[in-house]
């Protein structure tokens, strides 16, 4: 879910609003600095334990994720279609040095490397595993079955595989 809503056209742009309204001084009272580096937000916050604030825009109030008001702050404006996302993979973390900025398919391989998220069928695998894959069932030995178990895969996909249907040889 995304935190932030399109701001009226007739608006400032949002930093703007953010550093005239709240700037860095008075954002990082609203954080407790931790030794591992962290800046937990400790405001508002989504059921997954991201930072919300409300900004005003236009005689609007505006949610906006902690995190994104932090990038903003600290490192200038962002579109729209861009994910703040975390190094530390802290949700509450609002440290700009914790903090990059990734598309949505950047924001979910960062997801999947970390674990946190499960990868879609046949992302477990890359152009190298299906090479070795398919040597190991030529040379013999093993079945897709065996394969597909030691590879944490489904037997179609190695059938797939070795039959060059996905990832061609």
């Known amino acids: 879910m995304s935190l932030t ?10 930093v703007k609003v953010l550093r005239r309204t709240i700037g860095r001084k008075r954002f990082e009272g609203f954080v ?3 030794p591992s580096g962290c800046w937990l937000w ?20 505006v949610a906006i994720g902690a995190h994104r008001a932090a990038y903003m702050l ?5 579109a729209h279609n861009v ?13 700009p040095e914790h903090l990059f900025v990734a598309t949505h398919a950047g924001n979910m391989r960062d997801a999947i ?13 890359n152009g190298a595993l299906a090479a070795t894959i398919r040597d190991r069932y030529r040379k013999g030995g093993c079945t897709t079955r065996s ?12 059938h797939c595989i ?6 061609p040889m």
């Open 74 to 78: 600290y490192r200038g404006a962002l």
């Open 32 to 34: 407790s600095k931790q």
């Open 113 to 125: 490397n970390k674990g946190r998220v499960i990868p879609p069928h046949g992302l477990k695998l």
């Open 162 to 167: 070795v039959t060059g249907r996905t990832w």
């Open 42 to 61: 400790n405001r508002g916050k989504t059921g997954s334990g991201y930072g919300v604030l409300y900004i005003r825009i236009s005689q609007e109030k």
């Open 5 to 14: 809503r399109p701001v009226p056209k007739a608006a400032m742009p949002v």
């Open 83 to 95: 994910f703040v996302c975390h190094h530390c993979d802290e949700p509450s973390c609002v440290n």
């Open 147 to 158: 394969l597909a178990k030691d590879f944490g895969v489904g037997k179609s996909l190695i």
